[in-house]
């Protein structure tokens, strides 16, 4: 069976202790060399994962011919120059999210794309590819809940780590960058549209300048949906997609355990029933299904267009709080 050969971009902790752990199971994915700024921390990484190349630059692993695809794992203001350095160097890529800083930075990312109509590309949001998530969305699109008119969503952990990338402003730290992203797109992509405005709360840390309890409230065509995320809560995560006939509860909506069954609740009128899902690794689908789309040459699931609407309306949720009022979503 073909595999598409793929290069890791960094060690950052996401790709060593999350991502490629699950590529091992993977049928169309296999890593075939990981880099890092540090020669000797590509080369620990390699060993221990059973790596066969370490390389002690990103353009040493851009130059590598037998390497397919490259995974985006570093920080936020990094994304989009490594992406197109990657479609440059001729490699597919499965980029972290958030795509970018901006929308500026997604569009220039999108129009870059265009000029490589060949290579594949696409945002990392993993949870779209768990089962769990599959099966809600199946449920709301056959109207099992009636119609779509409420989302609720939850997202948070602690952290005030100043070293943590995700503590840094400057580099597109902060909670809704890094966690309220997820909020967004789940909204997207259970109501199959664009939201028509928005408006947020953002409370920051007078040290660290990053938002850490952000609430936002997202106004669609047929429904609204609401969420709060934070990086200074106690852990927690929680969605729920209500509609005028029942509900759907997600327990563990965003980090499915890899080892344990997944569960999601089902109520309506006074029936409740949970419904679980065999053992999966959102990760390890993610990448087989990125690498099939190439080995087929189909489009990927999510195009960039995605990445670049989601970046809109977090960019009005920051407009939003600055301004006090609504903010409809600048389209193009």
Known sequence: MKKIKWGILSTAKIATDRVLPALVDCKFTQVDAICSRDLAQAQK?????????????????????????????LPNHLHVEWSIKCLKAGKHVLCEKPIGLSSKEAETLLETSKKYPHLKIMEAFMYRFHPQWIHA????????IGDL??????????????????????????????????????????????????????????????????????????????????TQLVPYQRVNIIGDLGRI??????????????????????????????????????????????????????????????????EAMFASDKDRCWKHINKA
């Open 149 to 230: 008119k409420v989302i609720q969503s939850f997202f948070s952990y602690y952290n005030v780590d100043p070293q943590n990338i995700r503590n840094k402003a400057e580099i597109g730290g902060g909670g809704l960058m890094d966690i309220g992203c997820y909020c967004i797109s789940l909204s997207r992509f259970l109501f199959d549209a664009e939201p028509l405005q928005v408006v947020s709360t953002i409370n920051y840390d007078p040290v660290l300048k990053t938002d850490v309890i952000s609430t936002g409230m997202m106004q669609f065509e047929n429904g609204v949906s609401s969420f709060t995320c934070s």
């Open 249 to 314: 509860e997600i327990e563990i909506p965003f980090n499915a355990k890899p080892l344990e069954p997944a569960k999601i609740s089902l109520y309506k009128a006074d029936e409740q029933k949970d419904i679980f899902f065999d053992i999966s690794n959102q990760y390890t689908l993610q990448f087989d299904t990125f690498s099939k789309a190439i080995l087929e040459d189909k489009n990927v699931p999510t195009p960039l267009e995605d990445a670049l609407n989601n970046m809109r309306v977090m």
């Open 137 to 144: 969305k199946e449920l709301v699109n056959q109207k099992w």
């Open 45 to 73: 990484v390699a060993r221990l994962l059973n790596i066969e190349k370490a390389y002690g630059s990103y353009e040493e692993l851009l130059n590598d011919k037998d390497i397919d695809a490259i995974y985006i794992p």
